[in-house]
């Protein structure tokens, strides 16, 4: 545990909470907390997930401008949600690309748990691209990437990291349902 693994999870809290409530300034803490968890997860051999948070950066900055340009007249960033089709797609393409890079860090690369490593990173990309969109299919897949980065982290004596996704599990689950709200509320107001 170091200050720089502490920083990083309070600015992760910090994020979490302003991205459930929909707060455009999510990002902002987002930003700055991945780009400190690159050297944490490089230093652990977590290829993926270093590799992972300056993807994030990228995002983040998109998912900023997204939803700057897409809040609704009360100011308040509109969800939506995918079609079975391209759940279905989004599925497929993750999967490919989970096994693709797992596989390419496993043969290439001194990696630890390459498999789960990689598991992270591609469900995570794909949450993260999802959440950018204002989709509410971001929120199981973020589930899902908490509790399989729980047991990585852990086993890596990523303790404080492991803690921070056990808090953002509960909070996807939470930001989950704050979501389902806000959607029933965007069809209550175009009907």
């Given at each position: 545990m170091s200050w720089l693994e502490i920083t990083a999870a309070t600015l992760g809290v910090i994020n979490m909470v302003l991205?459930?409530?929909?707060?455009?300034?999510?990002?902002?803490?987002?930003?700055?907390?991945?780009?400190?968890y690159?050297?944490?997860?490089?230093?652990?051999?977590?290829?993926?997930?270093?590799?992972?948070?300056?993807?994030?950066?990228?995002?983040?900055?998109?998912?900023?401008?997204?939803?700057?340009?897409?809040?609704?007249?009360?100011?308040?960033?509109?969800?939506?949600?995918?079609?079975w089709r391209a759940r279905t797609v989004?599925?497929?393409?993750?999967?490919?690309?989970?096994?693709?890079?797992?596989?390419?860090?496993?043969r290439y690369t001194d990696?630890?748990?390459?498999?789960?490593?990689?598991?992270?990173a591609a469900m995570s990309v794909a949450a993260q691209m999802l959440q950018a969109r204002r989709l509410v299919e971001t929120w199981p897949l973020w589930v899902t990437v908490d509790v399989v980065a729980i047991?990585?982290?852990w086993s890596r004596d990523?303790?404080?990291?492991?803690?921070?996704?056990?808090?953002?599990?509960?909070m996807s689950v939470w930001g989950w349902l704050a979501w389902l709200r806000a959607e029933r509320g965007n069809k209550d107001m175009r009907a």
């Open positions: 991205l459930v409530r929909r707060s455009i300034w999510n990002y902002a803490f987002g930003i700055a907390m991945v780009a400190m690159v050297p944490i997860f490089f230093q652990q051999r977590l290829y993926s997930d270093a590799l992972l948070q300056i993807f994030f950066i990228v995002v983040q900055l998109y998912g900023w401008w997204e939803w700057r340009r897409s809040s609704g007249r009360a100011g308040e960033v509109v969800v939506e949600r995918l079609g989004w599925a497929a393409c993750g999967t490919v690309a989970w096994f693709a890079w797992s596989s390419m860090m496993h990696a630890v748990n390459p498999y789960w490593d990689g598991a992270v047991a990585l982290y990523l303790r404080v990291t492991a803690l921070l996704y056990v808090l953002f599990l509960l």
